[in-house]
């Protein structure tokens, strides 16, 4: 099992016809053999909490990647080979108000989040994020040029983290203060986590250490981009990301 990403540039809307169930199999009942009254105990403390899912995906031409496949059958190939029907869960931004977040982010909230982060604005933070699981079959129908699915997803628990099978392959880095772009060499099936690297800084005089990434930008190209506090001493700084490396310089 690994922990994945959402499909890349498969919208992230959720419809308005979802709907949560919480503490479900949280609790089991007894019948005690005296007058029928039910004596109930609690066997999961955290049980997941079920979402019924409403999403559309185009289909037409209009909607179609540089490998010819349109919006639904980058949704289609996401759920068999990266997210295996459930094997594998993912990342996504939290929905509804559940057990876990207060939530109640729509598609174009999370993209003026995110184009705020792409344009520096250091107070933009991604919304909470829920890992989840698709637990039933996905069911498809026609919605005029839209293909409307259903499907119910359950929370999942986060733990160690393994890192999928996809290989995301850096062509370079460019880094500056406060930030590291990294530049892809082809557009990944599954969105990179702010978990996807690990970013190492050394300063000018001192060894190398891993350096905490405060916040992360992804929005469907071969581009992403790492934050970190910006440092303040002056002098050159060496930056690595895997095996590609950059530097930057602080000035007096």
Same mark, same amino acid.
């Given at each position: 099992?690994?922990?994945?990403?959402?499909?890349?540039?498969?919208?992230?809307?959720?419809?308005?016809?979802?709907?949560?169930?919480?503490?479900?199999?949280?609790?089991?009942?007894?019948?005690?053999?005296?007058?029928?009254?039910?004596?109930?105990?609690?066997?999961?403390?955290?049980?997941?909490?079920?979402?019924?899912?409403?999403?559309?995906?185009?289909?037409?031409?209009?909607?179609?990647?540089?490998?010819?496949?349109?919006?639904?059958?980058?949704?289609?190939?996401?759920?068999?080979?990266?997210?295996?029907?459930?094997?594998?869960?993912?990342?996504?931004?939290?929905?509804?108000?559940?057990?876990?977040?207060?939530?109640?982010?729509?598609?174009?909230?999370?993209?003026?989040?995110?184009?705020?982060?792409?344009?520096?604005?250091?107070?933009?933070?991604?919304?909470?994020?829920?890992?989840?699981?698709?637990?039933? /079959?996905? +069911? @498809? #129908?026609?919605?005029?040029?839209?293909?409307? $699915?259903?499907? %119910?997803?359950? =929370?999942?628990? !986060?733990?160690?983290?393994?890192?999928?099978?996809?290989?995301?392959?850096?062509?370079?880095?460019? /880094?500056? +203060? @406060? #930030?590291?772009?990294?530049?892809?060499?082809? $557009?990944?099936? %599954?969105?990179? =986590?702010?978990? !996807?690297?690990?970013?190492?800084?050394?300063?000018?005089?001192?060894?190398?250490?891993?350096?905490?990434?405060? +916040?992360?930008?992804?929005?469907?190209?071969?581009?992403? $981009?790492?934050?970190?506090?910006?440092?303040?001493?002056?002098?050159?700084?060496?930056?690595?990301?895997?095996?590609?490396?950059?530097?930057?310089?602080?000035?007096?």
């Amino acid at each position: 099992m690994a922990y994945i990403g959402w499909a890349v540039n498969v919208n992230k809307e959720i419809l308005s016809s979802t709907n949560v169930t919480v503490g479900d199999g949280a609790v089991v009942s007894d019948t005690l053999e005296t007058g029928g009254i039910k004596k109930s105990r609690l066997v999961n403390a955290n049980p997941p909490d079920k979402f019924s899912v409403t999403m559309e995906f185009g289909f037409t031409d209009e909607s179609k990647d540089q490998n010819g496949y349109t919006e639904v059958e980058r949704f289609w190939r996401w759920l068999k080979f990266s997210h295996c029907y459930g094997v594998n869960p993912f990342s996504f931004p939290a929905i509804l108000i559940n057990s876990n977040h207060q939530a109640g982010f729509s598609q174009e909230d999370y993209e003026h989040i995110l184009k705020r982060i792409e344009n520096g604005d250091p107070t933009a933070k991604l919304p909470d994020l829920e890992y989840y699981a698709i637990t039933s /079959a996905v +069911n @498809g #129908e026609k919605s005029g040029v839209k293909q409307k $699915i259903t499907m %119910t997803w359950e =929370t999942r628990a !986060t733990g160690v983290i393994s890192v999928p099978d996809e290989v995301l392959v850096i062509n370079r880095i460019d /880094a500056q +203060n @406060g #930030e590291v772009e990294i530049l892809l060499s082809a $557009i990944p099936n %599954t969105e990179p =986590t702010i978990q !996807t690297w690990r970013l190492y800084i050394t300063p000018p005089e001192g060894t190398e250490a891993e350096e905490q990434i405060t +916040n992360f930008y992804y929005n469907g190209t071969e581009k992403a $981009i790492l934050f970190f506090e910006k440092k303040e001493v002056v002098g050159v700084y060496s930056v690595r990301v895997e095996d590609k490396t950059d530097t930057f310089e602080v000035e007096a």
